[in-house]
């Protein structure tokens, strides 16, 4: 499985943005994909995942109410739209892949087997 990640880009503190997160491979559908982010000289946390059916979100509690994952089957793509942004969240952003995750791991980016290379997203205040 690849990951292309694309979409960020230099905004304003309460814009919005839409990451979105391309796969080629054949199971995609059966995988669990997350979304990370890694700000300048801090390590890379976990922002948002989604079950491989759609059925399971999980995010990180300063993006609750602000992002919304989702995958789109058909495309094999997975979607982070980030609303009402704040400076706090510039970072590289990370789409990742795995299986077998589930609420208690879908945190740890160790669980995750496919990485994307990542899209800059820059918010100023």
């Known amino acids: 499985v690849q990951l292309q990640a694309s979409g960020g880009g230099v905004v304003q503190a309460g814009d919005s943005l839409r990451l979105s997160c391309a796969a080629s491979?054949?199971?995609?559908?059966?995988?669990?994909m997350g979304w990370f982010r890694q700000a300048p000289g801090k390590e890379r946390l976990f922002v948002a995942g989604?079950?491989?059916?759609?059925?399971?979100?999980y995010y990180t509690d300063s993006v609750k109410g602000r992002f919304t994952v989702s995958r789109d089957r058909a495309k094999s793509t997975v979607y982070l739209q980030m609303n009402s942004l704040k400076p706090e969240d510039t970072a590289v952003y990370y789409c990742?892949?795995?299986?077998?995750?589930?609420?208690?791991?879908?945190?740890?980016?160790?669980?995750?087997?496919?990485w994307g290379q990542g899209t800059e997203v820059t918010v100023s205040s």
């Open positions: 989604i079950r491989w059916n759609g059925g399971n979100l």
């Open positions: 491979g054949l199971t995609f559908n059966s995988l669990h």
């Open positions: 990742a892949a795995g299986w077998g995750l589930i609420a208690s791991t879908v945190h740890d980016r160790d669980r995750y087997s496919y």
